[in-house]
């Protein structure tokens, strides 16, 4: 008995068995899933493009079969008759439509988006070994199904803060590859701090000469220590144009920030004169939020400003730029604009009048002018929800980070907003309770479920919903030094950010993604991703066994 059984499993590890329909293990679960009885199997398939897909939807579908020729060992056929790439032009941007049946398998979309989502389905159906780099022996089989999908939020968002640790050019294309996997679609890229500058900008070559390097790092939790190590490191304008080209062919767009006016110590270490003292200044090197900020009486910093952004739109073509404006005041160290006499001055000329609300109208007024120069460039600003404080002109989208309360307000009165509440999508926070088995978090507890839990149209006003543009989870890195540790705290809490961004809110259910997360695990094996198993009572960054391909391939094929 226990031969044939081990013989039937062979069969069914090394042919294209037919294995019966289960739950189905996709994440983000698609809108419409109807599974049959049945199977195709990819291996050798033959490939055709029906219609005109535009290049960069074939080159998508390309690294889909060259990842299944890579997985299976074996090349794909380029004739009718088995996988069918088909223009749908009826299909949204992002929606596409899936029907596999013993003899075939049909793609249809109407845009890049569309097709990158579809191949990314295919792939979580097959096993995770297809996200691997070697040929391995699998049930390399599709389910019969149908599917039809789209997205519930066109915006989808994931940060990366490269500043406080900063993450190369590979390491964040390895970001992107994650992103893609979930069908996430905005790279929200912070490039600027007080702990350093991360963007070239020719015209202000010490931005990075100077601003991109500190003279140590606090050690761990220990504010009155420093490492005495200089850190830094920049990215050329080559090298953003190479994440922004390598992300837009995923269906990624960069979101680049330039902090402002706070969060700007590592400018003003290169360039004192944009400050209310004059400096001198130095790139910081502990964390938190540094009291100074940039002149907003000094004509010099829109000057700056502009030079900066002229320069970020030419390298980023996304509609939005995000321009910061979170934490400018530190209220505990003092605030420069207070004590200014330019400050004081540009007060009086706009008619401030002096109290609490003061410096909020000034820096209202820095947004204003920013805003503008960036609308007359056909640019659109994102800012944390700070900049809703006092008057925020029309036109400007907010970012809700100090809870939904900002989001809700913004929605309310007329404004765009994308829901980023740090109770439920900052990643920077422990996913255990046992933090001592952790590596460093900033604090707080954010385990799976809460984040899965997050509902972003909680407590809108009726009628504001339109407004939510979408949903984005945070990574700020302040204790985050290595891609390890930084993957870690990304994975898997991003899958169940993609499922509040991709599925409509009854189409989730905690259960059926925890059971599916097993696949998730496997997959992120495949890809050589660090992950947290603290969903799985594992904790800590050590614990991970090492799987090989092989038995990837036997462990994990998806359920469905
Ligand atoms: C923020 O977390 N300071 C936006
Ligand atoms: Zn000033």
Excluded at 198 to 215: D, Q, S
Excluded at 239 to 259: F, L, N, Q, S, W
Excluded at 459 to 467: A, D, N, T
Excluded at 491 to 502: D, F, K, N, T, V
Aim: hydrophobic residues 40%.
């Amino acid at each position: 008995m226990k031969r044939i059984l081990l013989f039937l499993s062979a069969l069914a590890v090394f042919s294209c068995a037919q294995p019966q329909p289960q739950a189905f293990q996709v994440i983000p679960m698609p809108a419409d899933v109807a599974v049959s009885d049945g199977s195709f199997c990819v291996k050798g398939a033959a490939v055709h493009f029906e219609d005109d897909l535009d290049e960069a939807s074939m080159a998508a579908v390309l690294r889909f079969v060259e990842a299944v020729e890579t997985a299976t060992g074996t090349q794909c056929k380029w004739d009718e008759g088995g996988m069918t790439f088909r223009v749908n032009p009826s299909l949204a941007a992002e929606q596409y439509a899936i029907n596999i049946t013993p003899k075939s398998v049909t793609v249809e979309a109407s845009a890049l988006n569309g097709f990158v989502y579809a191949c990314e389905t295919l792939k979580q159906m097959l096993p995770a070994a297809i996200y691997g780099k070697e040929a391995v022996k699998a049930d390399w089989v599709l389910p019969c199904v149908n599917i039809l999908d789209q997205p519930r939020f066109a915006y989808r968002g994931m940060h990366l803060d490269p500043c406080r640790h900063f993450f190369t050019i590979e390491e964040t294309k390895r970001y992107l590859d994650v992103m893609t996997a979930y069908k996430l679609n905005r790279f929200h890229w912070h490039l600027t701090e007080d702990q350093g500058w991360r963007m070239e900008v020719k015209k202000y070559p010490r931005l990075t000469e100077v601003g991109a390097w500190r003279n140590g790092t606090m050690i761990g939790k220990d504010w009155g220590s420093n490492d005495g190590i200089r850190y830094g490191g920049f990215y050329t304008q080559e090298e953003m144009k190479e994440i922004v080209d390598y992300a837009a062919k995923r269906g990624i767009t960069v979101i680049p920030e330039i902090d402002l006016p706070g969060h700007m110590v590592a400018a003003l270490a290169a360039y004192p004169e944009l400050g209310c003292t004059g400096g001198p200044y130095e790139v910081w090197t502990r964390w938190g939020v540094a009291p100074d900020i940039l002149c907003a009486g000094n004509e010099q910093i829109y000057t700056f400003l502009e030079d900066v952004l002229t320069e970020v739109m030419e390298i980023f073509p996304s509609e939005y730029i995000h321009i910061g404006g979170d934490e400018a005041f530190n209220e505990s160290e003092g605030i420069p604009w207070e004590h200014c006499p330019k400050c004081a001055a540009k007060m009086r000329q706009l008619g401030i009048k002096k109290g609490p609300m003061a410096k909020h109208y000034l820096q209202n007024y820095v947004t204003a002018r920013i805003q503008d120069f960036l609308n007359a460039h056909g640019r659109k600003i994102i800012g944390w929800d700070e900049i809703l404080e006092g008057e925020l002109a029309e036109g400007a989208t907010v970012m809700s980070w100090r809870g939904v309360e900002g989001g809700i307000k913004a929605a309310a009165k007329g404004f765009d907003a994308i829901m980023t509440p740090s109770s439920h999508l900052y990643f920077d926070y422990y996913q255990s309770h046992e933090r001592d088995k952790e590596p460093l978090g900033i604090g707080g507890f954010l385990p799976i479920e809460k984040v899965y839990s997050y509902e972003p149209f909680d407590g809108l006003v009726p009628g504001s919903e339109k407004h939510i543009l979408g949903v984005q989870a945070n990574l700020w890195t302040e204790y985050i030094p290595t891609p390890e540790h930084l993957e870690y705290m990304l994975l898997p809490r991003m899958c169940a950010l993609s499922e509040i961004q991709w599925c409509a809110a009854d189409k989730k259910d905690f259960a059926r993604f925890n059971e599916s997360l097993d696949h998730a695990f496997a997959i992120f094996d495949a890809m050589g991703l660090n992950y947290s198993l603290d969903c799985r009572g594992q904790i800590g960054l050590d614990r991970q066994p090492a799987r090989t391909p092989e038995e990837l391939a036997q462990l994990e094929k998806p359920a469905w």
